[in-house]
């Protein structure tokens, strides 16, 4: 039996005016709409940005050939939306948030362990882009001499946190339409942005790279892996919750795979193309990744280019900051979910400042350091929840999601410890990525385990940990978390 408290978490709260009402509730009948292929706009807008361009230098630096490049740019980002259309399949079963759902596999109380880490992952996200949509800006204007001080900084985070902490507030309904118009802008910019560079690049110098070795081929793909696909695996369901339960698997896995895969592997196999010709251009986006690209476009360009590329930044944070506010109430937090998003609109403004006044220097350390630790307990975390789904034969019983009395419990053993499990062998098989502070820790596991040189051998930065952690924890629940959902199935039966 449920208590009041939890009981009216199932249902929507009022919302004023043309504010989404829908929380962590799951979504009544009436509300479930539209089809699969609506999947292709919010995952398409967030990850068209230009952002996915820099990604080029950060490929090239583990030392790889050209074909090389490619194929790992290709590998993690297929291979990280696949992940996230798969996770997609359970917002159409549940019809709720993805870490409400997650309370399935996890229990009631047992769920705080991945909505904390999920919960770090997006405000973090929301902190990096607002950050680079604030520095791309102030490079921009410092090139056509208009500024060189921190007045355009601090007008451009004012005007960026405000965008994206309204849309966020706004929910679903206005964050569909405003990804389908950004889509279409993001979209005309990109094709003159490669329009314009397209003479900067030089085929043999790219293809005069030296061949690297397996171990940095494996590395350059699971960076990309961890910096697109596997930071949004925790917010798929939150998307695809809206669709009518008839709607078909397969689309509800191929639009997300598609939306966000497509422009990624255009952007990225451009960017590898744009930096491996110019030392400088690859120089210059190291600690500016957006105001860096600029320095290759002609004066009458740059202002049209730095808003829609700060658009695009924008995009994929509203996803972030609705999604945040999800998980934060997911915690137990008794709020309406826009208060929920205006708090976590707080969290990235303090974070940006940071960032962007205190350690501007650092940034690509701090990025690079924040995706390796937050992606192994994230990747852990989807090992789990997609052998729970597949194994789950019956739709998630729904008020057993709101309280630890009913079908899942207040902790689910198998899944807390196999997530605790997988993050503590994957972090052991990574290392402190060059330039990140404070995480000398990483990487326990190397010398143990006799890898040639411990953390500073070529394998150790191939971060074996961060694809290890899902396969450990997906077979581990496999092998001792089905019987558990079998009970739980029988006792409904």
Sequence with gaps: MTTLDESSAQRAPVAPGAIEANGINVIAESERKGTSAGLFWPWCASNISVLAVPYGAFIISFGVSFGQAVVAGALGVVVGFLLVGLVSIAGKRGSAPTLILSRAPFGRY??????????????????VLVSLSTKAVATVFQQLGWSSGNAVKVIAFIVVAAAIVAAGVLGFDAIMRIQRWLTIAMVIVTAVY???????????????????STAALLGAAILVL???????????????????????????????????SLPVLILVGYGLLLCASSSSLN??????????????????????????SVAGLISGAILDLYSSGLTLLSLGLRTPRFVAAGIDGVLMILGTIYIVWSAADDFL????????????????????????????????????????????????????????LATGIGWGLVVQPFGA?????????????????????????????????????????????????????????
């Design 283 to 308: 120089n210059a986006v190291q600690n500016d990744p957006i105001g860096g690209l600029a320095t290759v476009l002609p004066d009458w360009f740059l202002v049209p280019f730095v808003l829609v």
């Design 110 to 127: 047992g769920n705080s362990l991945p909505a904390i880490v999920s919960y770090c992952l997006l405000v973090g996200w929301e902190t």
């Design 194 to 212: 490669i329009a314009l560079t397209v003479d900067e690049i030089d085929m043999n110098k790219a293809t005069d790279l030296s061949t690297g």
């Design 365 to 420: 350390g701090i990025f690079e350091g924040f995706l390796i630790t937050l992606g192994v307990p994230m990747a852990a975390w989807c090992g789990v929840f997609l052998a729970d789904l597949l194994v789950r034969r019956r739709d998630y019983d729904e008020p057993s999601l709101f309280t630890a009395r009913g079908r899942y419990g207040a902790v689910g053993w198998p899944a807390f410890l196999l997530m605790a």
């Design 437 to 493: 502070k404070g995480l000398g820790w990483l990487g326990y596991l190397l010398d143990p385990l006799g890898f040639t040189d411990g953390k500073t051998g070529e394998w150790a930065f191939a971060n074996l940990g961060v694809p290890l952690a899902p396969v450990i924890a997906f077979v581990g629940y496999m092998l001792v978390g089905t019987f558990r959902v079998r009970s739980q199935e029988r006792a409904a039966a």
């Design 226 to 260: 961890t910096g697109f696909g596997l930071g949004w695996v925790n917010t798929a369901a939150d998307y695809s919750r809206y669709l009518p339960r008839s709607t078909r698997t397969g689309g509800v896995v191929f639009w997300p795979t598609f939306g966000g």
